[in-house]
């Protein structure tokens, strides 16, 4: 007999181009934080969909702000105005302190929006600058400008040449960055948090030094907040954390709860630097993206959402801690509010089944680090149902080693 899960493998290795390596799971459903596959079987979500699912599954209010927004309007291109742009372009400002949005879809046209802003402003002012500083270990996206300022070799190689001017540092190696940055540096771009490079908070001191060297050469900053932003860590943004002040910042991922959107924000000086025409996108923006990032902002952010974030990240630091004491396996955890990497002192790529085995849905990144990205609705309980989950597979994995 054969299962649906046989189903859908058969056909998808039959039709899809196969660019991912997929676990052996199908997932039909959702509710919360929780995951049922096609047997009906259930799963708490530490990875929402990789830090995209932010208010968790079969949100209701989400749910009712898209369908009430399909039913009136979903899509009219950016030759027009529509009323929720601009409104969704306040809430970002207030929240990030950059006065401007250029909307996309996805965080890779967020960055790459980013990219070609740092350029465009240096060349508004009459001095070119072709130049970006970027770090080891980062990830930024998977199309040409993104990727080349990404250092992963694997993802790199089979597409070069890239952009050719792009200079890469160790993360968090003050003195490199010093040596790296010059006047011809359009922008240094730096994620706050490393994310697929195995969660990797910036230093303070680290950040301090892209401060200085942003003000001795005039370079811009541009901070990928598409995994870390937006309440993740447990602050809008972790530049805000690291007392930085980026000129441009690319958002994307938890901005639509599942709805695809992205988004450049950007200093009034960068948008002094733009002109009509400059950029564009035509989905970017839309009626019905615009409504679930003001969904997403309201609830994340105007409620209590944001003590809740705090408190159920104290719970994940605190077990994550007690398990890195007591398993040999793991090496050090890293993070902040619900964002955490556990590293481990071997691949991590067998805790993602012994893990899905026992009910969680966890991921590997950077070979060695599992990757924990929860629903920001993620309750005490829940989290700590988890934890205690993951490390029953820790141990189980730990005991093979
Ligand atoms: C920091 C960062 N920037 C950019 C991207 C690319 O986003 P997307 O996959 O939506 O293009 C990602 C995706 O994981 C990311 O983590």
Redesign the pocket.
């Known amino acids: 007999m054969t299962t649906v899960m046989d189903d859908v493998v058969a056909r998808e290795s039959r039709y899809v181009l196969q660019t991912y390596r997929r676990s052996p799971v199908t997932f039909v459903r959702g509710e919360g934080v929780y995951l049922y596959d096609a047997d009906g079987r259930q799963y708490i979500d530490l990875l929402s969909g990789?830090g995209v699912a932010s208010l968790g599954h079969a949100h209701p209010g989400l749910a009712q702000a898209i369908a009430h927004q399909m039913k009136t309007l979903i899509h009219t291109s950016n030759l027009f105005f529509h009323p929720l742009q601009g409104e969704l372009a306040e809430r970002l400002s207030t929240l990030s302190g950059l006065q401007r949005a250029f909307f996309c879809n996805?965080?890779?046209?967020a960055?790459e929006a980013c990219l070609k802003f740092a350029r465009r402003y240096w060349h508004s002012r009459g001095a070119p600058r072709a130049e970006f500083v970027a770090l080891d270990e980062s990830?930024?996206?998977?199309t040409f400008g993104?990727l080349s300022v990404t250092s992963d070799e694997h993802y790199r190689k089979p597409f070069e040449p890239l952009l050719p001017s792009v200079k890469f540092v160790p993360a968090n190696d003050a003195a490199a960055l010093a040596a790296a940055v010059s006047t011809s540096t359009a922008a240094i771009i730096a994620?706050p948090v490393i994310?697929?490079g195995g969660i990797r908070p910036l230093t303070p001191t680290f950040a301090d030094a892209i401060a200085a060297a942003c003000a001795k050469t005039g370079a811009l900053y541009i901070a990928?907040e598409?995994?870390s932003g937006l309440g993740r860590t447990g602050h809008p943004f972790y530049f805000q954390a690291l007392n930085l002040r980026p000129d441009l910042v690319?958002v994307?991922?938890a901005l639509g709860g599942g709805v695809p959107i992205?988004a450049a924000l950007v200093s009034q000086q960068v948008a002094d630097t733009l002109s009509f025409g400059d950029h564009g996108s035509t989905y970017g923006g839309n009626l019905l993206a615009c409504r679930a990032g003001l969904c997403v902002l309201a609830e994340i952010f105007d409620g209590r959402l944001g003590e809740q974030i705090a408190r159920v990240g104290s719970v994940f630091e605190r077990r994550l801690r007690a398990i890195a004491a007591s398993r040999p396996i793991v090496k050090e955890v890293r993070g902040a509010g619900l964002m955490w990497g556990v590293d481990l002192t071997r691949d991590a790529a067998p805790i993602v089944p012994a893990a899905l085995e026992r009910g969680v849905v966890v991921n590997r990144t950077a070979d060695t680090v599992v990757r924990l990205l929860p629903p920001l609705v993620i309750t005490e309980a829940e989290a700590e149902d988890a934890l205690g989950r993951l490390d029953a597979a820790l141990g189980a994995v730990g005991a093979t080693a």
Do not use: L, P, W, Y
Request: proline content about 0%; cysteine-free; hydrophobic content about 25%.
């Open positions: 990789i996805s965080g890779t046209e960055v990830f930024h996206g998977r993104s994620e994310g697929e990928d598409v995994q690319a994307g991922k992205g």
